[in-house]
């Protein structure tokens, strides 16, 4: 049984293919990279996987289970969590509330109209250690829109780590961090538990290329090559689409 | 927080001025003023809840506070009592308001606006047209008040009481309603609507609730608009009554719990103070609200909170400026 797989996945914009059939199965508690260069289809594929798009054909399975139709909110329910390449938070609320949102997105007291949200004291202390995982508790009141790029990013990762995942989507978790704000994250990333099944994009191979197992190369919507990260590194066509030999 | 902060004993300097003050001028007039400033700051905050926290702009809201005005009138001039006329008039509202939200949820931004403002017309259109239930351009009258608990509300102090008693548990409500997790729901689908589909909530059936609890408080403000006035016509329903709501909940600060308030005083004191001493008072409005935009375009509220809070630094900054000559005569 796959965590995550794709058959045979559709999705053209007019007379653009931005995704060609492609194929994936990723493995239980597997890392699996996606690479590949600028307009390679790697975000489309996230947002088809994640229900924001709907492919015009294939299927997505969740541990089997046929979600192709299923609205983006039903698959958090079912356990995929998401960040975004282009930060997607909540600019007028302090960090605790954005992962107070991230919290209650799959608790039912989203519902509720009259309760105090800052008396939920469960709430609140599973959003402080999901913050603390990030190195974040500190600074938990601060308003987002004076926080760092770099302390947004990880904000981005606390709110996916918060939801408690079963699979969980990275869209360039590293895009525009620093060489020091790099090592953090990936540190970070490298101690998430293995129960979670990681799939992450990454526009820069180096960077992520130690937190790997396998690599899917995408090229023009297409799968190119994929394999061990020794594998795809050899392969020449890897460095075809990379280095334009 | 300490647990008595300023902002608590601004709160309950207000409530009291809003019992002691009418009492202490005793004058029908300015009671009857104080009366349809309450009824239209509840008109107010529950277009906030759409306006301000869902970031939903509606320009056909006097079609959902008219539909229940329009509801106890009818009611009442069938022949039934207050109680089956209050409960039907909000009845009535929340049929109205979910039918609006069903079509209008349909979009967001200028979309939305176009469609709740085409709604509201249609329902000024029924109010007009429907002449066998409205009574078309000559209205219906209502020939009596409630009186709850045996206590007529005939006097013009007596139905400011009752007023303030809503607005009292209306403004209690949105209070609750924004601190909840609801609220904070609401409030997220307003920013980033994409992200909080993702996180697992559903945006729509957020935004339903919200606008049904907007239209339960219109309907409250309809259902006082009736008793007050004891008369209701099509001009109630027009767009012109939807966008003085929309105006006082920005001019006061949207998505603030008493801008829609402050902003309802503003308007209504305008129209109804102004307006004996200057009949250009339109014109008056118009300035006043371009001033808003100009100097406090968050509203009056935030604005002034923003002012208050300026002001108060600099002062901190000179007395600590000061401070070192004090401790020089001291010593």
Aim: charged share 15%.
């Amino acid at each position: 049984m796959s965590a995550l797989a794709v058959r045979g996945l559709n999705k053209s914009f007019g007379g653009l293919n931005v995704t060609r059939s492609v194929d994936l199965a990723v493995e239980p508690g597997e890392r699996r990279l996606i690479i590949g260069p600028n307009g390679a289809g790697k975000t489309t594929l996230f947002n088809l996987i994640t229900g924001e798009l709907a492919p015009d054909g294939g299927a997505v399975l969740l541990f089997d289970r046929d979600i192709t139709r299923l609205p983006s909110r039903n698959r958090a329910h079912l356990g995929m969590a998401r960040t975004y390449q282009i930060i997607t938070l909540f600019p007028r609320d302090t960090i605790l509330r954005n992962t107070l949102l991230a919290l209650l997105g799959l608790s039912p007291l989203r519902w509720n109209p009259w309760l105090a949200l800052h008396r939920q004291q469960d709430l609140l202390t599973q959003a402080r250690a999901a913050l603390g995982r990030v190195g974040l508790e500190h600074m938990a009141e601060r308003p987002l829109a004076e926080t760092s790029y770099g302390e947004k990013r990880r904000v981005e990762i606390a709110m996916a780590l918060a939801q408690k995942p079963r699979v969980l989507l990275l869209d360039e978790p590293f895009a525009g961090l620093s060489i020091d704000e790099r090592r953090d994250v990936r540190e970070l990333l490298k101690a998430i538990p293995r129960d979670v099944t990681v799939v992450m994009i990454e526009h820069d191979m180096d960077t992520a290329l130690d937190l790997a197992d396998r690599i899917t190369l995408l090229h023009f919507g297409e799968v190119i090559v994929e394999g061990t990260r020794a594998e795809v590194v050899a392969d020449p066509r890897t460095r075809e689409v990379y280095l334009g030999e | 927080m300490s647990p008595v902060s300023p902002r608590h004993i601004a709160i309950a300097v207000a409530i009291i001025a809003l019992i002691v003050v009418p009492y202490a001028i005793n004058q029908p007039y300015y009671v009857n003023i104080a009366s349809q400033i309450l009824l239209y700051a509840v008109f107010a905050l529950g277009l906030n809840v759409l306006v301000g926290y869902a970031g939903l702009v509606s320009l056909g809201h006097a079609g959902l506070s008219g539909a229940a005005a329009y509801a106890v009138a009818y009611l009442l001039a069938a022949g039934h009592g207050h109680t089956v006329a209050i409960v039907g008039g909000l009845a009535a509202g929340l049929v109205v308001t979910a039918g609006f939200a069903a079509l209008s949820l349909r979009a967001t931004g200028i979309s939305f606006i176009m469609i709740t403002l085409a709604l509201g017309e249609i329902i000024w259109g029924l109010a007009y047209r429907w002449i066998s239930i409205t009574n078309g351009d000559n209205g219906i009258n209502v020939s009596s008040r409630p009186a709850p608990f045996g206590l007529p509300l005939d006097s013009a102090s007596a139905f400011y009481d009752v007023t303030l008693i809503v607005f009292l548990l209306a403004l209690v409500a949105c209070a609750i309603f924004v601190g909840s997790p609801f609220g904070a729901a609401l409030t997220g689908t307003r920013d980033q609507p994409r992200r909080m589909n993702a996180l697992g909530f559903h945006v729509w059936m957020i935004r339903f609730w919200a606008f049904m609890f907007s239209g339960l408080l219109s309907s409250v403000s309809g259902v006082l608009f009736i008793y007050y006035y004891q008369f209701i016509s099509p001009p109630a329903l027009a767009l012109t009554s939807s966008a003085e709501v929309l105006l006082m909940v920005i001019s006061g600060g949207a998505g603030t719990l008493l801008g829609p308030v402050v902003g309802a005083s503003l308007v209504v004191i305008i129209k109804l103070v102004v307006s004996a001493y200057v009949s250009r008072w339109n014109f008056m409005l118009g300035a006043i609200f371009v001033a808003i935009v100009v100097f406090m375009p968050e509203g009056l509220v935030p604005g002034t909170v923003r002012l208050a809070r300026a002001a108060w630094r600099e002062v901190n900054r000179r007395g600590l400026l000061a401070q070192p000559t004090i401790g020089g005569q001291k010593s």
